[in-house]
């Protein structure tokens, strides 16, 4: 979750460190810091907060080195704070760790008995401890990484430098990392993310668990070795030189990333038909027609699960085949029932979230097929699995994901319709672009959604509600207003309130009832029985229906005809801008909401 950068070359080290964090500060924006090398020794600048603060005081004291390493911090262990903020550093070493050290206060109890000192609360600081102890015990520094490696528990990544050397060193388990280079510039590159390094870096390595990257450099020469924690050279390491684009991360003409990302939407779903529906594409899809599954899990968190929820309806629906839909948090940890002729698809816009990564390898263990929809292409995630569907959205910056959940539904579909043999080329375009222009409509009308957001932004809680295929379209609003607008908000299955959340409803409490032509009458009485303990209504529905209108106090009605199946994305995307006006109203960071980061690599 936290971002990592290492440079050493010829250039200002603090350049690209800076550079490459402020691209993964979407990840972790506690605080920040770096450390970098004057004269042979260690120097460090930490500030707690957003990049922007350290980068305040870089320019201040305008440092200048050619090696240096760089955090942007999610915290997990220590308040945060400029003490508990990476780098971790001694008079030897300085570290940057993502992911948690899960034994890491009995080693720390350990050290403490052996007289090491502690200056944070960080479990990260550990590691650095026992870096320096093995340090002073075998003067090398891959035999100490080693050691330490072997001591730790949990998924982990860490970059460290060293006093008196330009040479930067790196070691992960199950957590993402980096080494790159540029051979023509002398340049050394480590991150946590290959965005980081596009276009600085010329080669990219992907390093497997416990492969100890050394990065050497000389002002003549440098090098990129990988070593097993025995010490022996090792081959488990790819190697990628193809050049990757850099999407250029700007808000164009809006506000907000989350805002631009909602907008993209249209254009993006015409890209997806066109890359599936040409050669490439539909070849990829084909390759899902050989499986015939007796059962498929699909598996995601936070709104990738919603995603998998929505396509579960398809895959029931249009193969026959039986579907569960499970939280990776929980399929990792309860010992699921897999046989060899199930599929696993994993869900995931990172393709590093660290749940969705063991739940995968625990499918690939059981020799379950495992099948991706992901949208960044390279992540572990990508790499792991037999086949990829990308999702093709294109970066996404805000924190809370919008345009991945329409595209990974949408590949869902298509991947379901391909299965099935159903996958008519011209039928998707039509009903693709109906989608498109649908959601155009929903996105021209924003005035409208701002209007009802300005109502009832200020009430006390909102609880979405759906039946069917909405239910996991009432989860998502729900989600997608917590996060960023910091309001109590519960997505429930509409037939559920009189099981319990009924108690909630007085005049207080808004219900976004969300209620398409699927099972209209039902979800109707339910929204009437919210009306009756004079429960503010948010109606979204067909345009047409003026009975879901007639009960509501507000009322967004969509065009649905003709969408059959999609209808979902259509009126999930009312949802994101309800969300996103209500933020707006409550004056919270939107593209970088309070305790969240873009990509969870920690469990
Ligand atoms: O990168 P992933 O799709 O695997 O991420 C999964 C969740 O962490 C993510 O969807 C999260 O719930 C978002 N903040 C929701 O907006």
Same mark, same amino acid.
Do not use: W
């Given at each position: 979750m936290c971002g990592i950068v290492g440079y050493s070359g010829p250039?200002?080290?603090?350049?690209?460190?800076?550079?490459?964090?402020?691209?993964?500060?979407?990840?972790?924006?506690?605080?920040?810091?770096?450390?970098?090398?004057?004269?042979?020794e260690i120097q460090i600048i930490k500030k707690e907060g957003k990049i922007d603060n350290l980068k305040a005081e870089i320019k201040n004291k305008n440092p200048f080195s050619h090696t240096a390493i760089g955090h942007t911090r999610w915290a997990t262990h220590g308040a945060v704070n400029e003490l508990n903020a990476h780098p971790h550093t001694n008079e030897t070493f300085s570290i940057v760790h993502n992911g948690i050290i899960e034994n890491a206060s009995e080693i720390k109890e350990d050290l403490q008995k052996e007289g090491f000192k502690f200056k944070s609360d960080t479990d990260s600081e550990v590691f650095l401890v026992l870096l320096t102890k093995y340090f002073l015990q075998t003067k090398s520094v891959k035999d100490s990484i080693s050691l330490a490696m072997k001591l730790i528990r949990g998924n982990s990544a860490f970059v460290m430098m060293m006093k008196d050397s330009t040479s930067l060193y790196a070691v992960k388990r199950g957590a993402p990392l980096v080494a790159g280079n540029n051979p023509a510039k002398k340049e050394i590159y480590l991150s946590s993310d290959p965005y980081a390094l596009i276009g600085f870096a010329e080669n990219i390595y992907f390093p497997e668990d416990e492969v100890i990257c050394e990065l050497n450099r000389t002002d003549k020469d440098i090098e990129v070795k990988f070593f097993e924690l025995s010490g022996q050279k090792s081959e488990r390491y790819k190697a990628q030189a193809k050049k990757m684009s850099l999407d250029v991360a700007n808000k164009g003409e809006h506000e907000h990333f989350m805002l631009k990302e909602i907008y993209e939407q249209p254009g993006l779903i015409k890209n997806l038909y066109e890359y599936y529906l040409n050669q490439e594409g539909r070849q990829l899809l084909t390759k899902i027609t050989k499986y015939k599954p007796d059962f498929i899990h699909i598996i995601g968190c936070g709104t990738a699960w919603h995603a998998g929820l929505v396509i579960k309806n398809f895959f029931e629906e249009q193969n026959k085949v039986r579907v569960n839909?499970?939280?990776? %948090?929980?399929?990792?940890?309860?010992?699921?029932? @897999?046989?060899?002729? #199930?599929?696993? !698809?994993?869900? %995931?816009?990172?393709?590093?979230?660290?749940?969705? @990564?063991?739940?995968? #390898?625990?499918? !690939?263990?059981?020799?379950?097929?495992?099948?991706?929809i992901v949208n960044v292409e390279g992540s572990t995630l990508y790499r792991n699995c037999a086949e990829n569907f990308l999702i093709k959205a294109g970066l996404e910056i805000g924190v809370a994901s919008t345009k991945a959940f329409t595209m990974q539904v949408l590949t869902g579909y298509l991947m379901s319709l391909s299965m099935a043999g159903k996958l008519e080329a011209k039928k998707v375009q039509k009903e693709f672009d109906l989608l498109a222009d649908?959601?155009?409509?929903?996105l021209s009308r924003t005035t409208e959604i701002k209007a009802i957001a300005d109502a009832v932004y200020n009430k006390k809680g909102f609880i979405f509600t759906g039946r069917g295929i909405y239910f996991p379209i009432a989860l998502e609003g729900a989600l997608k207003l917590k996060e960023i607008a910091y309001v109590h908000a519960e997505g429930y299955a509409a037939g559920e309130l009189k099981h319990g959340p009924i108690a909630l409803i007085d005049q207080h409490m808004v219900n976004i009832s969300i209620v398409g032509p699927e099972l209209h009458e039902k979800a109707l009485s339910n929204t009437e029985?919210?009306?009756?303990?004079?429960?503010?209504?948010?109606?979204?529905?067909?345009?047409?229906?003026?009975?879901?209108?007639?009960?509501?106090?507000?009322?967004?009605?969509?065009?649905?005809?003709?969408?059959?199946?999609?209808?979902?994305?259509?009126?999930?995307?009312?949802?994101?801008?309800?969300a996103y006006y209500v933020a707006k109203l409550k004056g919270t960071d939107i593209d970088k909401p309070r305790n969240l980061a873009k990509s969870v690599t920690v469990e």
């Open positions: 250039q200002n080290a603090i350049i690209p460190v800076l550079e490459g964090l402020t691209r993964l500060e979407y990840r972790g924006y506690d605080s920040a810091g770096v450390s970098y090398l004057v004269n042979n839909v499970e939280l990776a %948090s929980e399929f990792r940890y309860r010992n699921p029932i @897999l046989k060899k002729n #199930d599929i696993g !698809i994993f869900i %995931s816009q990172s393709g590093e979230t660290a749940d969705t @990564l063991a739940s995968c #390898d625990l499918c !690939i263990e059981e020799k379950v097929t495992a099948l991706s649908n959601i155009k409509q929903v029985e919210v009306k009756s303990r004079r429960g503010l209504i948010i109606g979204i529905g067909d345009e047409k229906d003026k009975k879901l209108k007639g009960v509501s106090d507000y009322y967004f009605g969509m065009n649905l005809e003709g969408l059959d199946h999609l209808r979902p994305v259509l009126v999930n995307i009312s949802m994101q801008l309800f």
